[in-house]
């Protein structure tokens, strides 16, 4: 069996090893649900549940816009793999390729580099796919060199840093155009990313300057841009424009069927023309499958992801499941033959219980049920007390679509510990006032001690700057 620090390979196999490659909203929660459902096989050996994860937790994606403006601590935005699931092994490490016809995967580890021994070969039985997504990047000059992402902890915990950082540039420089580029943030992508990342950023940014002398709130350019012609497409249309409305009202530039051309030499060149200098560019421009999915041999559609029954089963292959993001699994609500079930936390969770329990039928020959479930509405912020809601047909905004979407996403959070904290966050957070602090130098722990040692520390990694 593997060493809980993912060191070495698991054992020698046992009746059933299942194969968990991927710790996201799918992987999680297969795993955790194949916990439950096989607790006394696993007691007794008879199965193993073998989790490759290249972090050890699951973050709670919804939850990086408010970690980001500060509302919730980053460590209570994600959930430790170990601590959920005791009693399967944890792997920390990347799977580089699968073998499906000798049920092996090359899996790379943290040690991989160290020992020289190469990627580890793990042997299974059932094979879970669930790697997820990765940002959709296009080939845009400089995009690069300057840009910085937004589906993980450590992008949304150092876009803040940054964003007050060049507060703090601003504020000292005698440089008109150094201040004027500091000051502006440019958004590309206006799906709930993008629009929710700008939202509680803007926000916090417009409280924090009211602690400096010199920077004042309608100082701060915000531009979000986006290729269609909508924004929030999955709350619909109305809510759609009711966003826009809502941002442009708070001085937002929202550019609508407008692209990024360019963003070389810190500067923002849109499709209309309008060039910005800046130091701060954010692409949440849509998301593409896990690149390992292409290293498995197995049947992909034209947009590179799993084709599925809705089983759940990857399709004309025994023995191999998949869901989430990585997953095009045949919608059975949508009266349509070849629509598939949309990319987002709602269907992975749900995916993930069918998928769990069809893979216990299985192993115990019994039937394998279909995944069916309609689309409950979606849910977005726009900052602090401001929202959009489509629930059940029912259209919200303001102040009780932000609840609705505080209240849907601590219902989601995994486990009760989590959602306890983000709750007593909540509350203190409207009792007190906002932290203003930026913890850059967390980014760089060892500059300190490289100076006062005598070597100057080497430029940092920020794609912002």
Known sequence: MASASGGAPPGPPPATRILVVGGGYVGMYTALRLQRKLKQRLRSGEAEIVVIAPEPYMTYQPFLPEAAAGSISPRHVVVPLRRVLPHCTIVIGEARSIDHTKRTAAVTTLASGEDGTGA????????????????????????????????????????????????????????????????????????????????????????????????????????????????????????????????????????????????????????????????????????????????????????????????????????????????????????????TTAPNAQHAVRQAKVLADNVVAALDGGPLTEYRHSYAGSVASLGLHKGVAHIHGRRLKGRPAWLIHRVYHLSRVPTFNRKARVLAEWTLAGLFKREIVSLGSLEHPRAEFELAAGRHPQPGGDGCQ
């Open 120 to 339: 580890l070969e793990i042997e299974y039985d059932e094979l879970v796919l669930a790697p997820g997504s990765v940002s959709r990047t296009l080939p845009v000059p400089g995009l690069a060199d300057h840009g910085v992402g937004f589906k993980t902890i450590e992008e949304a915990i150092g876009l803040r840093n940054h964003v007050i950082e060049q507060m703090d540039i601003a504020s000292a420089t005698r440089d008109p155009a150094v201040r004027d580029a500091a000051l502006t943030f440019v958004f590309v992508g206006g799906g709930y990313a993008g629009v929710e990342a700008l939202a509680e950023l803007e926000d916090m940014a417009r409280y924090t300057s009211r602690y400096y002398h010199n920077i004042k709130a309608e100082d701060l350019k915000w531009i979000l841009v986006e290729a269609t012609g909508r924004i929030l497409p999955e709350v619909g249309e109305s809510l759609g424009r009711y966003a826009v409305r809502e941002l442009r009202g708070r001085n937002i530039d929202v550019r609508l069927d407008t692209r990024l051309d360019s963003c070389e030499d810190r500067i923002a060149v849109l499709s209309d023309g309008s060039r910005f200098p800046t130091r701060t560019l954010v692409w949440t421009a849509g998301v593409k499958p896990a690149p390992l999915l292409a290293a498995t041999g197995l049947p992909l559609d034209e947009r590179g992801r799993l084709v599925c029954t809705p089983r759940l089963t990857v399709e004309g292959t025994e023995h191999a499941w998949a869901a989430g993001d990585a997953a095009a699994v045949p919608d059975l609500t949508a009266g349509k033959p070849g629509r």
